[in-house]
């Protein structure tokens, strides 16, 4: 198995409780703005639109009235061994740094989709056309986030600038930026979320909340037994939406 | 003296080619394909990969499905290379030149693919410039970058050995000392060659979240690496006489004896058999180790029509078993069982790149998604056809004006 | 010496090969990344100093109070305000759009005049001559449309037409119209407002609490406070509806209804309250008794809508044994319920002794309006928009002979669309304050742009479900972009230009005013670190700090009130439920069971740009829009996945694709709302279909108002 496991003294991580989520979407429609994802005319194409937040309808497969439903928000999953990282011809997406984000770099990429092949949690999306904004919505882009021409790969990047930010705003108030508080940096999606329904902190900090939540009985990883060892956390109730994370043998 | 009285001048010493009109004909029916293909290139280009029938779950498709058949089938080059100069099996100077030739369309061609299919041209030489050396695609830009630079030192003196521009000393003088070097290069071309090959198979074996893809394995290096040599190297020779055979068809000429197409067909039979245990042994593993380990079951693998079972029983008894038999027993004497052997063979190693290509990636690995259809658009068949036009023109102007085939004229007394 | 041809050649073959050894060509080939990556034709992001400015949402109806990011001074995006009670730092898909919204393609750049079929610019000065010699001509009969349910501009609006002499001052037609006209019936005052922060068993008949009713934002968080990840939650929530949509995703139980059906089971739930000793000693309890036990026993609920007796009495002892229950009544879709279920479920709570207690429903007054001759809230809730327009349609009412339509769109959003737009073709004369151009604007022989909410001045008074009273402000963030104008100030302009006497010069003014008398109030308070629901819960309320409050609004924080308007004879109008909540006929095809979603937008704002991207391919696919009903209805009707169907009812046909989905009751069709725009961008037009103009009106036995809240449809 290629890759290798990093340790980073921080480890940002989200937490979301399926449970809480009723699935409107605004934690995408924040993504999208955040970090300057064109407005998609047939966004009803799921294989072509780009969302590096998407929530997925799940279903326990019954038939009325047994049936269920659950979503599941899925922004990238920051593996601590990502598939994505090591089949990068040219280093344009590394896990280095500390927080364990998984970097993409725009300006790097040859738009080979090597990583977007081997991700299994379709986390990457590429750059098929050149972005394009209506008229004057250019002035509305953020100014945190690079435009990406064409032909490069992107994906989710845990909203990384906001990092950035937070330790800029420590500094400024004379705190330790290495040591920040829960809740000083979290993602678009996490800031806005109307339910509450997802968490952000760092993983090892015991004053975050997500070190607690982790250790839920009810937490679990998309496809733990493919090592891929994935920094969100999803939690749930109920085990049949559990038991969507992963698969399973009928004998397990 | 006409232009059609010269041009006979320019083909090699004491052999017939067809009318130039009639050439003429057919290259201008290859120039209508390429010139479509180059067309969707421009639209690729200037648009674009939005253009393709491409998306987010299908980054690979139709074209590096091609090209890896393409690269696979064009092995015969560097094996023929190595068997003919390094292991010296003296016969096999008859075909050489052929398997040279393909080797370049093929690996050219795939070059122009790639250009094409990555998102930014411009960059692509960024293998070279920020390389990540933990990947298998890395290593694949190296050496076929490395190794299209060898078939056209490879292929060059065979130009200069045209008969007019033979008659320069210098170039003629250039030839030799190119003949003299060539073993070297037939080495440096086997070492490159056998690592992409191999790495090529590697970038779906490492893929480690991708259980229809992935693969344990030796070292760094999964199985697919070694799977994938193999059966590169089992049809490529069988691709040449496939090539061979169909030239003597198109051109009514014998080019090459029946004896060099079997000893190649031989050699690349014997290869299959090697590939073949490896592969039944590699798929078995995969069945009762890989897949159970990620929670899934053989049946899980496929999948409606595109992505059915009927894929992997073709691939590994009727492209596999059957080509075996075909091509190792006597049957091969048989003209019809040597070449169905050499063409299922060939069709083999192409189901095989397009389920490691389309299926692995169709194949839903999260619970809640579901199989996704890819299916290739015009922009990728065209540029695909300008490869295989491409291919053709530069075979017929070879064949036309190269010597290429140093039993044609004796073959061909009448 | 000359240079021969020799040496030149060397030297550039010396300079060629030299340069390589310098670091200039290999500088400029990793350049290539970076000029790749700037392509002339891709948008440079925007560079400045970055500052937040808080506002308050407007277009999204659950009205979340936003921190909109700017950089060097233009609005970038928009964030849930942390320090707004009714956002508490969420924010819908719809509210987060209101930046981008600014340069939506359907803008209307400045006021239009028909012109035969196409519209002609004009000039502001143009459009208030021609507007006041119309509306001066049509004098005695002019009516207005707001879409606008929260905002004092409707004081303008309403003064403005009275004074012109009105043929109606209507609201488009939402929850809060059928919970008005419930409490009215009922004897009751003020507004309905559901204290979700404190109730800790809420039983949810047919609201979709969650997405598209009230204070959607706000009940979200208050369910999400009872609820920590991972461990036992703090709250009980029971879905009663046809389908389980996004709010019963997240229930504790879905109890499937049919929509029609809603007061009938709150009625069969009374059955069980009633029997375990609830009583009441509000007037008309016995009647109610009466018309309970008479008619609403298990075996007659479970005949009428399949609801077992043992699970209406588990849901009745759930709500007794909890110490703060709350049962919310609402439309699955947001519009059309008649007054009867919202009484039924009113009924529920009053059996449970919830009225005006904390996790309860309070009676919330109405904030005092400051406009003379305005219409109140509750004045212009009582009118009946779809009754108006069919009497119209079909000669019964005289047409007016003008109407002004305020930030709402009656073609697109109203049931039964073909009528509809028929009475509106019956009006001579239509001015449209829209922002963008939608369906009605596009009918309109005056279409003069409302400068959006980031633009403008503008208020937000207790919308419908919020527990408690709350003002919060919309203020200017940025000049208008386009030559539009707040539409209120160009109401009084009018109002001046036809002397007619409005008290105020501009809107600025009214909203000063306004909150001015709030100040006023007894028990009002700035929300900053007191929440209304911990008042409501028992904590002291903070004083209104002195100081400035129209200062406190513009940085974004709210002024709110825990209080309840005094009940003077509050009873259950039995006899209106008795009449209207009856079984249905079960449907010969199938019933139409909508739904809507903040997502897609309202009828006034059409579907937000980036917001396409949150559809699902089960909803929208290319350019249809699905349906969904669960297998054994589809295998009833013949019907497969992915099969192209026509819906028709109410003389409208409408395109679908069935989606076979198992969460919608048999023998219900669950389509979307939001969709089918004719008007709007690119980003609306042409997606999918109107399901809305399936529905048809009828008139509810017992109230008499209008209602749609189901349609039989032929599926083919």
Redesign the interface.
């Known amino acids: 198995?290629?890759?290798q496991k990093k340790e980073f003294p921080i480890t940002w991580g989200m937490?979301i409780?399926i449970?809480?989520?009723?699935?409107?979407?605004?934690c995408?429609?924040?993504c999208?703005?955040?970090n300057?994802?064109e407005?998609?005319?047939?966004?009803?194409?799921?294989?072509?639109?780009?969302?590096w937040m998407t929530?997925?309808?799940?279903?326990n497969g019954?038939?009325?009235?047994d049936?269920?439903?659950?979503?599941?928000p899925r922004p990238c999953q920051q593996c601590g061994n990502p598939?994505c990282v090591?089949?990068?011809?040219?280093?344009?997406t590394e896990k280095n740094e500390n927080g364990g984000i998984v970097s993409q770099v725009?300006?790097?990429?040859?738009?080979?989709?090597?990583c977007?092949?081997?991700?299994?949690?379709?986390v990457?999306?590429?750059?098929?056309?050149?972005?394009v904004?209506?008229?004057?919505?250019?002035?509305?882009?953020?100014?945190?986030?690079?435009?990406?021409?064409?032909?490069?790969?992107e994906k989710c990047s845990f909203c990384h600038h906001r990092w950035t930010l937070a330790k800029d705003a420590a500094r400024a108030a004379g705190k330790d930026p290495e040591d920040l508080a829960d809740g000083a940096y979290v993602t678009?999606c996490v800031?806005?979320?109307?339910?509450?329904?997802l968490?952000f902190g760092d993983l090892k900090n015991p004053k975050h909340k997500v070190h607690e939540?982790i250790k839920?009985?009810?937490?679990y990883r998309?496809?733990e037994?493919?090592?891929?060892d994935t920094q969100v956390y999803y939690?749930s109730?109920r085990e049949w939406v559990r038991?969507?994370?992963?698969?399973?043998?009928k004998s397990? | 003296m006409s232009f059609s009285e010269i041009e006979k001048n320019w083909y090699p010493e004491g052999v017939e080619r067809c009318s130039l009109g009639k050439f003429m004909k057919w290259l201008a029916v290859l120039g209508v394909v390429a010139l479509y293909g180059f067309f969707a290139m421009l639209v690729c280009f200037t648009?674009?990969?939005?253009v393709t029938g491409?998306?987010?779950?299908?980054?690979?498709g139709l074209w590096i499905t091609f090209d890896l058949a393409v690269i696979a089938l064009g092995a015969g080059a560097f094996f023929t290379g190595l068997l003919r100069y390094i292991i010296r099996i003296d016969e096999l100077k008859n075909i050489i030149n052929l398997t040279v030739i393909k080797g370049f369309i093929c690996y050219s061609g795939a070059m122009l693919i790639l250009s094409l299919?990555?998102?930014?041209p411009i960059?692509?030489w960024?293998?070279y410039?920020?390389?990540?050396v933990?990947?298998?695609?890395?290593e694949?830009?190296f050496c076929i970058t490395c190794y299209l630079m060898v078939l056209i030192i490879e292929y060059v003196p065979l130009i200069l050995e045209q008969k007019q521009i033979n008659k320069i000393p210098f170039l003629h003088n250039l030839a030799h000392q190119m003949h003299v070097v060539m073993p070297l290069f037939a080495g440096i071309g086997a070492f490159l060659s056998t690592f992409h090959q191999g790495s090529l198979g590697g970038?779906y074996g490492?893929?480690?979240?991708?259980?229809y893809a992935f693969r344990d394995g030796f070292f760094?290096w999964p199985w697919t690496f070694f799977l994938f040599v193999l059966s590169a190297i089992s049809t490529g020779p069988c691709m040449t006489v496939l090539i061979c055979g169909f030239m003597e068809k198109v051109t009514g000429r014998k080019l090459t004896t029946y004896r060099i197409k079997s000893l190649m067909c031989k050699i690349g039979g014997t290869m299959l058999l090697i590939y073949m245990v490896f592969k039944y042994l590699d798929t078995w593993a995969w069945i009762n180790d890989i897949l159970?380990?990620?929670?899934?079951?053989f049946d899980?693998m496929f999948y409606g029509l595109v992505y059915g079972r009927w894929l992997f029983f073709t691939e590994l008894v009727i492209c596999l078993l059957v080509p075996v038999i075909f091509l190792l027993t006597p049957l091969r004497k048989k003209p019809f069982f040597m070449y169905s052997g050499a063409i299922l063979a060939c069709a083999g190693v192409v189901i095989n790149r397009y389920v490691f290509t389309v299926q692995?990636?169709a194949q839903p690995?999260?619970?809640?998604?579901k199989w996704?259809i890819y299916s290739p658009n015009w922009a990728e068949w065209a540029t695909s056809l300008m490869v295989i036009a491409y291919g053709f023109i530069i075979m017929s102007l070879s064949y036309r004006y190269l010597p290429i085939f140093p039993q044609e004229v004796g073959l061909n007394k009448k | 010496m000359g240079l021969d041809r020799r040496a030149f050649l060397g030297l550039v073959a010396g300079g060629a090969v030299g340069t390589m050894f310098t670091p200039i060509p290999w500088k400029l080939i990793d350049d290539a990344?970076?000029w790749?990556?700037?392509?002339s034709?891709?948008?440079?992001?925007?560079?400045?100093q970055?500052d937040y400015v808080a506002t308050t949402s407007k277009l999204c109806p659950a009205s979340e109070g936003l921190k909109i990011?700017r950089?060097a001074g233009?609005?970038?995006?928009a964030?849930?305000n942390p320090d707004h009670p009714l956002s508490r730092?969420?924010?819908?898909?719809l509210a987060?759009?209101e930046?981008?919204m600014?340069?939506?393609?359907a803008r209307i750049k400045s006021p239009m005049k028909r012109n035969g079929k196409t519209f002609a610019p004009i000039t502001w000065e143009q459009a208030l001559i021609e507007m006041s010699e119309k509306l001066g001509a049509a004098k005695g009969s002019v009516a207005s449309i707001s879409g606008d349910a929260t905002g004092t501009v409707n004081e303008v609006l309403t003064a403005l037409v009275g004074k012109l002499g009105s043929a109606g001052a209507f609201m488009m037609p939402g929850e809060a119209t059928s919970a008005a006209k419930a409490l009215k019936l009922m004897g009751a005052q003020g507004q309905a407002g559901y204290d979700f922060e404190n109730a800790d068993t809420v039983l949810v008949l047919g609201a979709d609490i969650?997405?598209t009713w009230g204070t959607?934002?706000r009940n979200?968080?208050a369910?999400?406070?009872t609820?920590p990840?991972?461990?036992k939650p703090a709250s009980n929530y029971i879905y009663v509806g046809p389908t389980?949509n996004?709010?019963a995703?997240?229930c504790d139980q879905w109890i499937?209804a049919a929509a029609a059906e809603l007061g009938v089971v709150a009625m069969g739930i009374a059955w069980h309250l009633l029997k375990a000793g609830a009583t009441s000693n509000a007037p008309g309890f016995d009647t109610f008794k009466a018309v309970v036990n008479g008619g609403f026993g298990p075996e007659d609920v479970k005949r009428a809508t399949g609801i077992g007796g043992d699970v209406l009495a588990g849901i009745a002892k759930s709500l007794m044994a909890s110490k703060a229950a709350l049962v919310v009544t609402g439309s699955p879709f947001g519009q059309g319920m008649g007054a009867a279920p919202v009484i039924a479920g009113m009924s529920l709570n009053m059996l449970l002794g919830r009225i005006n207690k904390p996790g309860g429903v309070y009676m919330l007054p109405e904030l005092a309006s400051v406009v003379p001759g305005a219409l109140s809230r509750a004045a212009m809730l009582d009118g009946d928009l779809p009754a108006f327009l069919k009497g119209v349609a079909s000669d019964k009412t005289p047409a007016p002979k003008a109407l002004l339509v305020y930030d709402a769109n009656p073609a697109y959003g109203l049931p039964e669309a073909a009528t509809m737009a028929k009475a509106l073709e019956k009006i001579p004369f239509k001015v449209s304050f829209s922002s963008f151009m939608d369906e009605t604007a596009a009918l309109c022989d005056l279409v003069l742009p409302n400068s959006l909410p980031l633009e403008r001045y503008d208020d937000v008074a207790t919308p419908y479900g919020s527990g408690f009273c709350v003002y919060s402000l919309v203020r200017p963030i940025q000049k208008p972009?386009y030559d539009t104008k707040t539409s209120a100030d160009v109401l009084l302009a009018l109002a001046r230009k036809l002397s007619i006497d409005l008290k105020f010069d501009n809107f600025q003014q009214v909203l000063k005013e306004k909150v001015a008398s709030l100040s006023k109030a007894s028990g009002g308070f700035v929300a900053k670190d007191v929440m209304p629901w911990q008042v409501a819960a028992g904590k002291p309320a903070p004083a209104l700090v002195g100081g400035d409050l129209w200062k406190a609004l513009e940085a974004g924080y709210a002024w709110t009130m825990v209080g309840q308007v005094a009940q003077t004879g509050m009873g259950f109008a039995a006899e209106v439920v008795a009449k209207a909540a009856k079984a249905g006929k079960p449907a010969a095809g199938a019933t139409l069971a909508p739904y809507a979603?903040?997502?897609t937008g309202t009828p006034a704002t059409g579907i937000?740009?980036?917001?396409?991207?949150?559809?699902?391919?089960?909803e929208?696919?290319?350019e249809n829009t699905l349906v969904r009903l669960?297998?054994?209805t589809a295998k009833t009707l013949g019907l497969k996945k992915g099969q192209m169907v026509k819906l028709s009812a109410a003389g409208v046909d409408c395109q679908a694709k069935v989606h076979i989905f198992?969460?919608?009751?048999?023998g219900m069709v669950s389509a979307p709302l939001g969709f089918g725009h004719t008007a709007f961008?690119?980003?609306s037009q042409g997606k999918g279909a109107n399901y809305l103009s399936l529905m048809a009106v009828a008139e509810e036995p017992g109230s008499g108002m209008s209602m749609w809240i189901a349609s039989e449809v032929k599926i083919a």
């Open positions: 198995m290629s890759g937490v409780d449970d809480k989520c009723t699935g409107c979407g605004a995408m429609a924040s999208q703005t955040e300057n994802v407005p998609q005319r047939d966004a009803s194409n799921k294989l072509r639109s780009t969302s929530v997925y309808e799940l279903t019954k038939s009325y009235p049936h269920d439903i659950a979503y599941l598939p090591s089949v990068c011809p040219v280093i344009a725009y300006p790097r990429c040859i738009g080979c989709r090597y977007v092949a081997a991700c299994p949690y379709h990457r999306y590429f750059g098929w056309f050149d972005p904004w209506p008229e004057g919505m250019e002035k509305t882009l953020s100014p945190l986030t690079s435009v990406r021409p064409r032909g490069v790969v678009s800031q806005n979320c109307p339910s509450g329904a968490a939540l839920s009985p009810y937490a998309l496809l037994r493919l090592g891929t939690i109730r038991k969507l994370g992963d698969n399973y043998l397990e | 648009y674009g990969l939005g491409l998306d987010n779950y299908f980054g690979f299919d990555v998102g930014q960059r692509s960024f293998g410039w920020h390389p990540n933990h990947s298998m695609l890395t694949v830009i970038m490492v893929m480690f979240a991708r259980p760094i159970p380990r990620a929670g899934l079951t899980q692995a990636l690995v999260l619970p809640f998604t996704e | 990344a970076i790749t990556q700037n392509w034709w891709i948008p440079k992001v925007p560079k400045g970055i990011m950089v233009n609005p970038v995006s964030a849930g730092g969420g924010v819908s898909a987060r759009s930046v981008y600014l340069y939506s393609p969650f997405e959607s934002t979200r968080k369910f999400g406070a609820r990840a991972g461990a389980r996004n709010t995703a997240v499937p972009i979603q903040l997502r937000p740009c980036q917001d396409l991207t949150t559809v699902p391919d089960t929208l696919l290319g669960n297998s054994e198992e969460s919608v009751m048999t961008d690119y980003f």
